[in-house]
């Protein structure tokens, strides 16, 4: 690992359930190693400003269970440009860090990759976003917490739907790359899944209804990925109430409540495999590398790779999802 003797973490983007569980497990591994840590407050921003301390391992205690990340997060425009990144470097010089490890999704990895680049700087990435959109590894930080918050939502509306007869859409996020919607759609029994990456035509959406809602049942749950381009739930609540104007239509949108939460065991483990390899990462030369978990086992991905393209739906969880909801 050459000269790195210090080591900078940062949070960045939009929080994750399950990202204190990563702070934790960088913290600790740093200092079982003989790291010392400096934490980032801000995330880039605080890097910019300087918004840096030395964490020990008493910082990090009792926060595996807690959501958000201790370390908050904020938009950095100043990032985008050469000058901001600038003022980053120095202030990393001043406070003697060798090497970053970024927590986040792809923009706080695009971010990292352009900084390593351009400074000829170690930085190394953990996967922690719920939209599940990385590629080159199985499943990010927080996906599982907002998948099981879905769920649970789901739930309660349905008993609602069933007692009044009604048909839902409920919205999710989960950006463009649907898996929120799909998985959460198959694991709450919903009827439809609207996402970005496979078409649904509004006749589609005639075809589920004449099929579906009027002839077989008397309540009707269809999950919507938010999304700018086809105004997500509204603009297919609305379809259905113009051309169905007898059926009883609801909308809910979840919301930012799919961020909050305690993380699930499933991500408090892999945040603290993904926070302790990340070490290792270090400790064996790598840099500029995202770990990711692939068949259960730590991998480290190059940043080219991770950010090239969202991930690609399973159309088998489509044709799974049409076939048992009849």
Do not use: W
């Amino acid at each position: 690992m050459g000269d790195i003797k210090t080591i900078g973490i940062v949070t960045s983007g939009n929080d994750a359930p399950g990202m204190n569980s990563a702070i934790r497990a960088v913290t600790r591994s740093a200092i079982y190693n003989g790291l010392r840590v400096k934490a980032v407050y801000r995330g880039y921003k605080g890097l910019i400003d300087g918004d840096i301390v030395e964490f020990k391992t008493q910082n990090v205690s009792n926060i595996i269970q807690q959501g958000g990340t201790i370390l908050k997060s904020s938009p950095s425009t100043e990032f985008l440009s050469a000058e901001g990144r600038q003022k980053a470097f120095e202030n990393i010089q001043r406070e003697e860090i060798d090497a970053l490890v970024v927590i986040g999704g792809d923009g706080s990895i695009h971010g990292a990759r352009v900084f390593a680049q351009e400074f000829d700087f170690p930085c190394i990435a953990i996967p922690a976003t719920i939209d599940n959109n990385l590629c080159g590894t199985d499943t990010t930080i927080g996906y599982d917490t907002a998948l099981n918050t879905i769920m649970q939502t789901v739930d309660k509306i349905r008993d609602t739907a069933t007692s009044h007869e009604r048909l839902f859409f409920v919205e999710v996020m989960g950006d463009e790359a649907g898996f929120l919607c799909l998985n959460g759609a198959i694991a709450s029994g919903c009827e439809e899944a609207i996402i970005p990456s496979v078409d649904i035509e509004e006749d589609q959406l005639t075809t589920f209804i004449q099929n579906g809602f009027r002839k077989a049942k008397n309540s009707s749950i269809v999950l919507v990925a938010a999304n700018e381009k086809n105004g997500g739930a509204m603009h297919y609540a609305d379809f259905v109430k113009q051309q169905y104007p007898e059926l009883d239509v609801r909308i809910s949108i979840l919301g930012h409540l799919q961020r909050g939460g305690h993380p699930s065991a499933h991500d408090r483990i892999i945040a603290s495999r993904m926070g302790a390899a990340s070490i290792q990462a270090l400790l064996k030369g790598l840099r500029n590398v995202m770990v990711g978990i692939d068949n259960d086992e730590i991998v480290y991905v190059p940043f080219s790779r991770a950010i090239k393209e969202n991930r690609v739906i399973d159309r088998n969880l489509v044709a799974i999802l049409h076939d048992i909801s009849i």
